[in-house]
């Protein structure tokens, strides 16, 4: 099997909330390990809730089993130091994705395009996927100590979708262990790449689509969904505009960082005017001040058309997760911006089962009565409108400076 299966039947999927429920069952399958595991993430801190995960890791090692760990050069890039500290002497293999340990590095091409990809793979018989990096969940790097633990989801996968997971994550690990980054920097080298590159890359290109599930497919039917530079470039995009364009009844999507593309905003609008309930869950309490203008420039257009949008307000929002028609659900680490859709590498799972999405609905709907509806107001006035002067001007410069190509 390839990473462009599409849908796999007889999976057991499992929905996880927050570390709290994630970082246990991750160590209990790593402490039950015995022949290897496989870590991929963004961030890897170093509070003690990352740390007891190490130390799984090194007890796993010490029995004999293969360790490989892959972590982001930017996302862990404070980590590093204590995580060499700690697997020093140990056969743990720690990779970095695109290091940042040289001040030349930040010149370098492609820097822009981080590892985010959460991914965690256990005898090839267990896997995690999901959105949450290996961070205490009442721990913000930017602001400290929190109350409320962050909104975030994972899932817990069994079965043969898990081949594919690990596929993806020990892809990963050897293009960072390499050191070269062989999917998205190979035409680089390609003779004549400024002339002839993006007609090269539509060589290289896999499927874009999730093909339709065969009715046939036994129970849990998922799919594991990719997001590289070359030959999936757009794969989440279209899992998400083409699950909003069949839409019939709902579309309840939770994401941080929310500045989708023309082709999910027309799938959007399209959808609540045919009388779809559209509900957008954004963050109200703001990490980032230029992510929340970004979602904000959006919003007028959005309310015009009755998408109803809500700002999640007991903690910092990290989720990224939707429920379409109660059929349709995804969980991963990709946002809907330019950052996740068209730059980042990111993993999602694709979910078609009504005790599944379910499940989802249920925190979903339990988040939106904690949050803050958005009035027919937001979104207008002069500060509105330079703040989406400013999100505009801001996205343009960096997709350019990214080397992302195409529309969005």
């Known amino acids: 099997m390839g990473a462009d299966t599409g849908f796999i039947g007889a999976n057991e999927v499992e929905l996880l909330r927050g570390g709290d429920q994630l970082f246990p069952a991750m160590a209990a399958a790593i402490r039950r390990a015995h022949r290897e595991v496989w870590l991929a993430t963004y961030i890897f801190h170093h509070d003690a809730t ?32 204590t995580l060499r500290q700690r697997l020093a002497g140990s056969g743990v293999a720690l990779a970095v994705f695109r290091p940042m340990d040289r001040w030349w590095r930040w010149f370098q091409r492609g820097q822009l395009r981080r590892l985010h990809q959460k991914l965690c793979v256990v005898d090839s018989e267990i896997a995690f996927v999901g959105g949450i990096n290996v961070i205490d969940d009442r721990l913000d790097i930017r602001h400290g100590v929190t109350d409320a633990p962050r909104l975030d989801f994972a899932v817990q996968l069994r079965g043969g979708l898990v081949d594919l997971v690990a596929q993806g994550v020990r892809s990963i690990w050897s293009r960072a262990w390499l050191g070269r980054d062989f999917d998205d920097a190979l035409l680089d080298y390609v003779p004549l790449r400024r002339r002839f590159g993006l007609w ?18 036994p129970p849990v039917c998922a799919a594991f969904v990719l997001r590289d530079n070359l030959r999936r470039r757009r794969t989440i995009e279209h899992a998400y505009a083409d699950a909003i364009r069949a839409a019939q009844r709902s579309v309840d999507i939770v994401c941080p960082y929310f500045y989708p593309g023309q082709r ?45 949008i809500y700002e999640y307000m007991p903690a910092y929002l990290h989720a990224k997760v939707a429920v379409v028609d109660d059929e349709w659900a995804t969980v991963g680490s990709s946002n809907i911006d330019p950052l996740s859709l068209l730059v980042n590498l990111e993993a999602n799972v694709v979910v078609l089962d009504r005790g599944f999405t379910t499940r989802l609905a ?41 080397g992302a190509t195409g529309r969005y």
Do not use: C, M, N
Request: proline share 3%; charged share 25%.
């Open 264 to 308: 999910i905003r027309q799938a959007l609008r399209d959808a609540a005017d045919r009388g779809v309930r559209v509900r957008l869950l954004l963050q109200g309490k703001l990490d980032y001040r230029l992510a929340g203008w970004a979602a904000e420039a959006l919003y007028a257009d959005l309310l015009r058309h009755h998408i109803e």
């Open 362 to 402: 249920a925190e979903i709907e339990t988040a939106i009565a904690a949050s803050a509806r958005v009035g027919e107001a937001a979104g207008k006035g002069w500060r509105a409108l330079v703040h989406r002067a400013v999100v505009v001007w801001f996205a343009y410069v960096f997709l350019r400076v990214a």
């Open 50 to 81: 990352a740390l007891a995960l190490v130390d799984a890791l090194l007890e796993a090692d010490r029995r004999g089993v293969r360790v490989r760990l892959v972590v982001d050069g930017f996302g862990s890039g404070a980590s590093l130091p």
């Open 200 to 217: 090269l890359t539509q060589l290289w290109r896999g499927p874009q689509r999730l093909p339709e599930p065969s009715a046939r497919l």
